[in-house]
């Protein structure tokens, strides 16, 4: 029994010194971060370990007695954790370094094809930027990061063009003068026009259009009696003289350059059956301007232009001659 007592009370006595030391012992604090040295967007891992502390804070906010997380700093900071117990306080710091990484800075070159003009020309402005996300030009509004745009000013104009990055702004200017004519002449009458030659009209009279069939260049039998008529009155003797021109046309369909080889394969039909009928070969010039004449759409008809028929038509031009009388 007396054994037993004396176990009990030596149990007791270590547990009140254990109690004892414990509120007797001073605190500790340890503080590692992962890398002192980063540059600005990196992050660094905080960790800390305290023992025999009632309040604990790092930077001044409570945390547990041991942890850790991660921060990004944006500038060199100082990591320090405060360990208190009663009077005791226990500290360890860690100072992390940040390098700041300056963008670059935005370049911006601004150049007009033609410094001067007269009122109502045009040029070209062109530009180009490095390390911008942003590129305005005055009297344009926002565009991309290099290229050209042709302007008419109407009066003289200076343009700048403003680069933003990250690394700060940048602008180039070019000027454009601008020079009215001069003010014209006080008004001269002119002289009386010409009454058009007798023969330049009566030509246009007789040579109307002859029309083709979609893609072909045959003469159709209705044209070839509308150029039987007009070879008859070409071949007076009297109408000898009258040179003219032929133009092969056709509707907008098929590529420019075949079109240019169906219009002239057209014009050489109407040429070939007119001297087939007695009319000199030098009196007539061939001409083909393809679909560049163009007008019409699939809704029209010959009487009734523009239409993709009355588009597939040759074409009477009077050059030259008289009517002897």
Not at 176 to 199: H, K, L
Not at 210 to 238: G, H, I, M, P
Not at 251 to 275: C, H, K, M, Q, S
């Amino acid at each position: 029994m007396t054994r037993k007592i004396k176990h009990s009370i030596s149990g007791l006595v270590m547990v009140l010194m254990a109690v004892l030391f414990g509120a007797c012992a001073s605190p500790t604090a340890k503080l590692t971060v992962s890398r002192s040295d980063i540059t600005a967007g990196e992050a660094v891992t905080v960790k800390w370990e305290t023992k025999n502390a009632k309040e604990i804070t790092l930077n001044g906010q409570k945390v547990e007695k041991i942890g850790g997380k991660s921060v990004t700093p944006n500038d060199t900071t100082k990591f320090e954790i405060v360990a208190k117990r009663g009077k005791k306080t226990a500290r360890d710091s860690a100072t992390v370094t940040v390098a700041i990484v300056k963008a670059p800075e935005p370049k911006v070159t601004l150049t007009a094809e033609q410094s001067a003009l007269k009122l109502g020309e045009s040029t070209k402005l062109r530009w180009s930027t490095e390390n911008a996300k942003i590129v305005t030009i005055t009297g344009l509004g926002e565009v991309t990061a290099s290229g050209d745009r042709e302007i008419s000013p109407r009066a003289s104009t200076t343009y700048t063009a403003t680069a933003l990055g990250d690394g700060g702004s940048a602008t180039a200017s070019a000027r454009v003068t601008v020079t009215e004519p001069p003010p014209p002449p006080p008004p001269v009458t002119p002289p009386p026009v010409p009454t058009e030659p007798p023969a330049a009209e009566q030509f246009r009279q007789r040579a109307g259009p002859v029309f083709f069939d979609y893609d072909k260049s045959d003469l159709l039998q209705s044209e070839q009696d509308k150029l039987r008529t007009l070879a008859d009155w070409l071949n007076l003797e009297r109408n000898r003289s009258i040179a003219f021109r032929i133009e092969g046309n056709c509707d907008p369909r098929g590529t420019a350059e075949y079109n240019l080889g169906l219009g002239d394969r057209r014009a050489r039909a109407i040429r070939d059956f007119l001297v087939s009928l007695g009319l000199d070969p030098s009196r007539i010039e061939t001409m083909s301007y393809g679909n560049e004449k163009a007008q019409g759409t699939d809704e029209g008809t010959t009487s009734s232009p523009p239409s993709w028929a009355y588009d597939r038509r040759g074409d009477f031009v009077y050059l030259r001659g008289d009517i002897r009388p």
